[in-house]
């Protein structure tokens, strides 16, 4: 990275030990540093969207929300092996180049996730950026529930259409790539478990967004893949929603829309 746009950041280990971390009714930690153009009530509301029972996996995640978390790391001098992340606490469109939606920081007892909230968007971008995070960390903690590891592979063996990522698309697809002669499908073992990993993270962040904001469906579309069908969605959130039952004063709803 150019000297020039090093110039005004500080390294992600000193804003975690700068910033007073808050810690959600739901039991998440988080924090906000810097410009980060997010009111503290619309913060908080989408921290707690996260169901008190997801939220207790995630007791070692310390979620930071800054303006722009650096794509480089800085050398550091006194340790070879070690690089810095470093975080900027206001928005350029310098700094914006160099910049990620998060960075993931290993802060000894616990692990620091800083997401930029200045690259996304709008209230609906940096939701989604922050449940997409919490799916994924929720499954590497937990793993997949059994019911819906039944479900979702039902509805990919009955081939049904889209998916919710490119990764559960790709993996999907590599799961069960052809047929054998006796006519029974293959199933590829790996790619099968990082599909129903991929696909249940994706239906807990659909699941948040919507507790979070109202959304139409369409608005995750993608050009890479066509989006799963509404009703298979429709029956992984309803299951989601049955094993993480939304917090007080957040409410899960599915409405359809009929075209004319």
């Known amino acids: 990275m150019a000297e020039s746009v090093q110039t005004g950041l500080i390294q992600a280990t000193q804003v975690a030990r700068d910033t007073v971390l808050q810690q959600a009714p739901n039991g998440l930690h988080y924090a906000s540093y810097g410009d980060t153009n997010i009111a503290a009530p619309d913060l908080a509301r989408m921290v707690q969207a996260v169901p008190t029972t997801i939220a207790a996996a995630l007791s070692r995640k310390a979620y930071y929300f800054v303006p722009l978390a650096m794509s480089e790391t800085k050398p550091d001098p006194v340790a070879d092996a070690k690089s810095e992340v470093m975080i900027s606490s206001a928005y350029t469109p310098d700094l914006s180049e160099h910049a990620i939606c998060h960075r993931n920081v290993n802060l000894g007892s616990s692990e620091g996730i800083f997401i930029s909230t200045r690259l996304l968007g709008d209230r609906f ?66 790619a099968k478990t990082n599909y129903i990993e991929s696909a249940f993270s994706d239906a807990v962040a659909i699941y948040l967004l919507s507790l979070s904001v109202d959304f139409d469906y369409s608005e995750l579309r993608e050009r890479e893949y066509p989006l799963l069908a509404p009703q298979p969605l429709a029956e992984r959130l309803r299951l989601v929603a049955k094993l993480f039952p939304p917090n007080p004063t957040y409410e899960f709803a599915i409405r359809y829309r009929r075209r004319a």
């Open 125 to 190: 971008a940096l939701a989604f950026e922050f449940f997409i995070n919490v799916g994924h960390a929720f499954v590497d903690a937990v793993g997949v529930p059994d019911s819906f590891t039944e479900a979702v592979w039902t509805q990919a063996v009955a081939d049904v259409r889209g998916e919710t990522s490119q990764d559960a698309w790709e993996s999907r697809a590599l799961s069960l790539p052809a047929a054998s002669v006796d006519a029974k499908p293959r199933i590829d073992e790996k």
